[in-house]
């Protein structure tokens, strides 16, 4: 059976960001499911994703708790309403504030996994706290505060850049 | 006057940083100067660095503070001791957390300037606050925690990646 990724669900509109959009082939693509309680990402760094030769880059690590987070957060509002992914009215969330403590050095040759558990959901906010394990050890751990923005509010946004 | 940036004094095997190794082809090549007290990196992100259409993705953000922060520890604990930058002994810094706060979507289709301010030098911790400027709009801020790492020990853990 496949297991349609949190990602999956995401309009076209909202499927372009470099971390996470199906539709950004230069990105990362990464693509969240549920594993219990918890969330799971796998992502395998390229070779030229380092810091110093055979380490991960930390603004690679940012960036998979980033979008590990928002996707998580979507997931989770849909969850607590006992609904869907792709019904209607959506769950969009946007990225508050993220924090990412660097706790070892990350090996950069094997595949990581990144687990979210879901902190708080207190109105529009929902808090994500992520860990980061690379051959099973725990390398950086992470908060991420998401906030709901409203999908009529987004193509908003969209559409007068694009008239720029 | 060509003004020489902290990342050109860095030695090779600390030049294949994806955020900011003048060696890596794939990455982003930052530079960052000294502009008074404050340090300043300029960027301009691809079309297809998205969050969503017209906006640039958090993660790219979050790196770009990373290594502008930890590039700026480095000049300024140079500064402190009153040493140009390529003198011994070398000062190196990894990041310990990354705090970033998104205050508002960031425009893609401008170049972003990264403007640092050292807030703490203590002992081997270096805190480093970050602001990123959109068309002269804050649009995300960050403080950056580094620790100084003896260059001797960074060159041992590259050694031991590379016998794996």
Redesign the interface.
């Known amino acids: 059976m496949n297991i349609k990724a949190f990602q999956d669900y995401y309009p076209d ?2 499927s ?4 996470c ?1 199906s539709l ?4 990362y693509q990464i693509k969240t499911v549920w594993d219990g309680d918890e969330t799971v990402t796998t992502f395998t760094p ?1 070779p ?8 991960v ?4 690590i ?3 708790i ?2 590990h987070g928002t996707g998580s957060a979507a997931a989770a509002m849909y969850k607590q309403e006992n609904r869907e992914m792709d019904t209607e009215p959506s769950f969009r969330f ?9 706790v070892k ?1 990350t ?3 094997c595949t990581l996994e990144i687990r979210g558990k879901i902190k708080e959901i207190s109105g529009k906010k929902v808090t994500v706290d992520v860990e980061v394990f690379a051959n099973g050890v725990v390398t950086a751990t992470g908060e991420v505060i998401t906030i709901q923005v409203p999908d009529k509010y ?1 193509k908003e ?2 559409k ?3 008239k ?1």
Do not use: M, R
Request: aromatic fraction near 10%; hydrophobic fraction near 35%.
């Open positions: 509109h909202l372009h960001c470099y971390g959009g950004n082939e230069h990105g390229q030229y994703h380092t810091a110093v030769p055979g380490f880059y930390g603004g690679l940012a960036s998979l980033d979008c946007l990225t508050g504030s993220l924090n990412v403590k660097y050095p090996p950069i040759d987004i946004i969209i007068n850049a694009a720029k």
